[in-house]
C-alpha cells in the first residue's frame, strides 16, 4: 500500500520565518508534488521534481523552494513565511508518464498557519 | 477558457438518487484522465480513471466525450458515504486538477 507521509499535520509559525515542510513516499516513485490548497481555488501546484536534484517550477512558485537530495524525500521551503502563505499544504507522488502520472498519491497535508 | 472546468455545486442529492457531473478541458492534446474524491479534510485519493470507451466501477461509471472536450462522472444508487468533493483531472505531460464538485447526499 503506497505511503506519503507529511512532516506535521498542524503548523503554526510567525511572519519571516523559515518553514520547512518534508514529504516522504515509500513506492520509489520518480515524481513528486508540492500543492497548496485553498477554498475556491483549489489545488495549485507550487513546484514539482520527477528525479533526484531535479526541479520544476509549478503555477506559483514565488515565495517557495524545494529541495530532493533523495528519491524518497521531497521539502518544500518557504524563506521568509507571510500571512498569505496561510494555506493547507499537499504533496503527492507518481510514476512518471501521463498516465502513471495522473494516478497520484497524497500525503494527509499541513495545514501552516502564519501569524 | 480555464484548462479544467467543474460546476463547484453543491450538489445536493436524495439518498438512492442518480447524480451526474461534467468537467471540461480546453486542451485537446490531453490523454488521460480521472476522478479523484476527497473527503472534508482530507487528501485527494483517485476514485477510477477514465478510458476511451469509458469504464465502470460499481455504482460509478466514467465517461469520455473527445468531440466535446468532456468527462463525465455518474453515481447510482448513491449513498451517504458518497457526500466528498469530485476533482477531475486531465493532462498530457502536465497534469491539471479542477477545483471539484461539491456533493452531498441528503438522508
Known amino acids: 500500500d503506497v505511503k506519503v507521509t507529511q512532516s506535521s499535520r498542524y503548523l503554526v509559525k510567525r511572519t519571516g520565518e523559515k518553514v520547512f515542510l518534508e514529504c516522504v513516499q515509500d513506492?520509489?516513485?520518480?515524481?513528486m508534488f508540492w500543492y497548496r490548497q485553498d477554498p475556491g481555488l483549489g489545488l495549485r501546484l507550487i513546484y514539482f521534481?520527477?528525479?533526484?536534484?531535479?526541479?520544476e517550477k509549478g503555477d506559483i512558485p514565488e515565495g517557495y523552494s524545494v529541495s530532493r537530495e533523495k528519491k524518497e524525500r521531497f521539502s518544500l521551503i518557504l524563506e521568509s513565511a507571510s500571512t498569505n502563505q496561510t494555506s493547507m499544504y499537499l504533496c503527492?507522488?507518481?510514476?512518471?508518464?501521463?498516465?502513471?502520472?495522473?494516478?497520484?498519491?497524497f500525503g494527509p497535508g499541513t495545514r501552516l498557519t502564519v501569524l | 477558457r480555464k484548462e479544467v472546468e467543474q460546476d463547484p455545486g453543491p450538489f445536493n442529492v436524495p439518498e438512492g438518487a442518480t447524480v451526474a457531473f461534467n468537467c471540461t478541458y480546453s486542451n485537446s492534446a490531453s490523454q488521460s484522465f480521472f476522478w479523484y474524491r476527497q473527503d472534508c479534510r482530507k487528501e485527494p485519493k483517485l476514485l477510477m480513471s477514465?478510458?476511451?470507451s469509458g469504464n465502470e466501477d460499481g455504482r460509478f461509471t466514467a465517461q469520455l466525450n473527445r468531440a466535446s472536450q468532456y468527462i463525465s462522472l455518474l453515481i447510482r444508487d448513491s449513498k451517504l458515504s458518497d457526500s466528498a468533493t469530485y476533482l477531475c483531472?486531465?493532462?498530457?505531460?502536465?497534469?491539471?486538477f479542477g477545483k471539484g464538485t461539491r456533493l452531498h447526499i441528503l438522508p
Open positions: 521534481s520527477y528525479d533526484v536534484k531535479m526541479k
Open positions: 513506492m520509489d516513485h520518480e515524481n
Open positions: 483531472v486531465c493532462g498530457d505531460d502536465k497534469i491539471i
Open positions: 477514465v478510458y476511451s
Open positions: 503527492a507522488s507518481s510514476f512518471p508518464g501521463p498516465t502513471e502520472g495522473g494516478t497520484q498519491y
